[in-house]
């Protein structure tokens, strides 16, 4: 018999992890608790043998809570729940010493059987994120307006990829001699070497012939349009633009 502590700020979700625990059976839930810090409290005094932690919750998030749990019990199995696919929320979570990530919205009733069966047998993730578990997707963005360079880099960096910067198509090009860049987003207007330009040089290297790249400009014109789909751009996206969409499209490029 497993004895499970549940950690989740909403009672909605830890409902529903209880339920299904409980269906499943072999198990002993011996507390639940809605915040990082009563968790820890809880601990002090009730050892469990598996917790199932939520990552997103307020004052002390369940990353921070993983990593002190660990510092009194190093051999405590913790399993992360999320609503969240983002990739730095996993990776930070498994150096944390976690034994696993769901997601909460998916089917995970197998998994939860095995996790209870061995606990520690592997690291444990849901079927959506086993693909995607070890990879981090490294975009290049060319872009000679600081602003704009650093909001999309966070808005990236905050949805789980790596980035890379350049302030022009020259700065863009010297990036792209000999380190992994898997997509390239660029301006179309910039000093010294424009997006056209940039996207020309780039399609000459033989390793980045079929790279997805992205335009992001201001440019209205169906002419310029045209042109980038002559150069093999993957997509056109308008200045301004709309967070979500701009990810969502993003994202569909990548898979």
């Known amino acids: 018999m497993k004895k499970v502590i549940l950690v989740d700020d909403k009672v909605v979700y830890i409902n529903a992890i209880r339920n299904l625990l409980q269906k499943l059976g072999n198990i002993e ?28 919750m307020p004052d002390m998030d369940g990353i921070e809570a993983t990593k002190k749990a660990l ?3 190093d051999d405590l199995v913790i399993i992360g729940l999320s609503l969240h696919e983002k990739q730095n929320y996993i990776t930070d979570l498994i150096k944390a010493g976690a ?19 061995n606990p520690t047998k592997k ?9 995607k578990k070890d990879e981090k997707k490294i975009i290049l963005i060319a872009d000679d307006f600081r602003n704009t360079l650093d ?16 302030i022009d198509g020259k700065d863009a090009v010297r990036q792209f001699n000999g380190q992994q860049i898997d997509f390239l987003i660029t301006d179309l207007h910039m000093p010294r070497m424009n997006g056209f330009e940039l996207i020309e040089q780039v399609k000459e290297i033989d390793q980045y012939k079929k790279i997805p790249i992205l335009m ?13 789909k002559q150069l093999g751009i993957t997509g056109w996206i ?14 569909k490029i990548m898979k």
């Open 123 to 131: 690291i444990y993730y849901s079927s959506e994120l086993e693909e």
């Open 216 to 228: 992001l400009t201001t440019e209205v014109s169906s002419e310029k349009k045209q042109r980038a």
């Open 99 to 117: 034994r696993g990530y769901l997601l909460k919205l998916s089917n995970n009733i197998n998994l939860f059987s095995e996790i209870i069966e």
């Open 151 to 166: 909001l999309i880099a966070h808005t990236l960096n905050e949805a789980g990829y790596k980035t890379l910067k350049a």
């Open 29 to 56: 839930i011996i507390a639940e608790a809605q915040s990082g810090e009563e968790f820890l409290e809880i601990i002090k005094t009730n050892k469990p043998d598996i917790v199932f932690m939520d990552i997103a």
């Open 238 to 251: 308008q200045k301004p633009f709309v967070i979500y969409k701009f990810l969502k499209i993003i994202s």
């Open 71 to 73: 510092e009194i019990y």
